[in-house]
């Protein structure tokens, strides 16, 4: 995961809310007002899935309107943009796991980015009880998302001519490649970017 900043939420959505004040989410019927939220979450996620950060279009092909806190369990925060990010609609992760559990640690805290650990074969880690507890609800171990992660590791450290990190000795060298993968282009970050940095850090420092 990556901290997602939230933004102002877009003004199709403050109209909707202003017009219908006791609608939730399940109401919302205009497609144009679900577009722009997902939409903006997307453009303030940098085109990355904000459970498992691989690559997300912004348009209803790839990519949900996801609220943090489940819709069952706080329908008053259904409408909340704050509450609502863009996830992946891949079958068997992310939004498509989650359901209605409760996640103890999320993509809108600080201490996502600190929690969780990436290995080289993309397998990733929970440091603490919720991390683990967030994994198993999102699934994001999951066999084809590991692969995918592990060649995008893979792919990034022979685009960057790191080959194996250990035997790069120059930490400010190393310090400035993650930096790179983390300077968004166009509005974009590479897929799986957070995990990339994590995992080569953790590498170096094992």
């Known amino acids: 995961m990556r901290k997602i900043q939230k ?40 085109y990355l899935c904000a459970y498992c950060c691989k690559e997300i279009s912004g348009t209803n092909v790839d990519t949900m ?8 369990h706080f329908p008053n925060l259904s409408m909340d943009f704050n509450n609502i990010v863009a996830s992946c609609n891949a079958k068997g992760h992310c939004d498509g796991s989650k ?6 640690l999320t993509p809108l805290m ?19 009880e919720r991390a ?3 994994i198993d609800i999102l699934q994001l171990n999951q066999r084809k998302l590991c692969e995918s992660r592990k060649q995008a590791i893979a792919n990034m450290l022979y685009v960057q001519g790191l080959g ?7 930490d400010e060298l190393l310090q400035s ?6 300077m968004p282009e166009n509005g974009k970050l590479p897929a799986f970017a957070p995990a990339i940095v994590n995992a080569i850090k953790n590498w170096i420092n094992s």
Do not use: A
């Open 65 to 72: 309107n996801e609220h943090i806190q489940p819709r069952h």
């Open 177 to 182: 490649v993650c930096d790179d993968i983390m």
């Open 7 to 46: 933004t102002h939420e877009p003004n199709s959505l403050t109209q909707y809310k202003r017009n219908n004040p006791t609608h939730q989410y399940k109401d919302l019927k205009d497609e144009n007002v679900r577009q722009d939220i997902r939409q903006t979450c997307t453009e303030e996620q940098y």
């Open 164 to 170: 194996n990190p250990i035997d790069v000795e120059d």
């Open 110 to 128: 600080d201490e996502c980015e600190t929690e969780f650990k990436f290995k080289i074969n993309g397998e990733m880690v929970g440091k603490t």
């Open 99 to 104: 359901d209605s559990h409760i996640l103890l």
């Open 132 to 134: 683990k507890q967030s």
